[in-house]
């Protein structure tokens, strides 16, 4: 009985095609392999990703939890499969800025933002980093960035209020005050440095009232205060 042309070879391994006509069938074969090689190569990024994001899950239960070792021990282990995660590097940072070894931290810091230059989280990290390294000046343009990108970023906006107060710079230190997220402006360490600004501006009457307001008294040295709250900063 002769072969209707039409019809798929069934030793070719390709199913479903009944009328498809045999040349179109063969050119499908080598496509077919290229669509298989794709689809393993997909699912095997996607298994590495859902493995780092584990990895740095693990990373920061561990640093919560005190244990600065166990921290770097999986984060290096995730670097070594994904050398150019800056997400991992990032916390890694973070990790050697709790364990004091600021040096080896600057490196690792600049190699994350190098691979994601605009992220708030990442410069946030490392101007955190040269705070504690007295790196002033470079730490405040890491906080300026951050806020270039999120305006309303609590940690960069109070890291720029102390370092203005600092500087006894009360005007600029209110106006980056103003910026942050309403949410946050009833926090005790928010009212304590805008007292403070309102206090070197000779706002003494708004100042007063902060202080009223967190302390419920009616009556109070406002100077003595201030040089409480600005030892906490």
């Known amino acids: 009985m002769a072969r209707n042309p039409t019809e798929a070879n069934p030793g070719s391994g390709l199913h479903g095609v009944g009328s498809m006509p045999v040349s ?120 300026r960035l951050v806020i270039a990108v999120e305006p309303h970023n609590t940690n960069a906006l109070l890291q720029l209020t102390r370092l203005a107060l600092q500087e006894k710079l009360a005007a600029k230190a209110a106006a980056d005050l103003n910026a942050l997220p309403a949410g946050v402006q009833g926090r005790v360490d928010v009212m304590l440095l805008r007292m403070e600004a309102e206090y070197l501006m000779d706002q003494k009457p708004e100042a007063t009232a902060i202080l009223r307001r967190l302390s419920g008294e009616s009556e109070h040295d406002v100077g003595g205060t201030l040089a409480v709250g600005s030892a906490l900063f």
């Open 24 to 143: 179109l069938a063969s050119r499908l074969r080598p496509n077919s392999k290229r669509i298989a090689q794709a689809i393993c190569s997909f699912l095997a990024v996607v298994t590495v990703a859902f493995a780092s994001t584990d990895a740095l899950e693990q990373a920061v239960a561990a640093l919560q939890a005190g244990d600065t070792a166990r921290a770097e021990q999986v984060l290096r282990a995730a670097l070594n499969a994904r050398p150019n995660d800056g997400e991992a590097l990032g916390l890694l940072g973070v990790v050697l800025d709790q364990q004091k070894r600021f040096q080896e931290a600057d490196p690792v810091y600049r190699r994350a933002i190098a691979i994601e230059p605009r992220s708030p989280g990442l410069r946030n990290n490392y101007g955190n980093h040269l705070l504690a390294t007295n790196q002033i000046k470079s730490a405040e343009e890491q906080f």
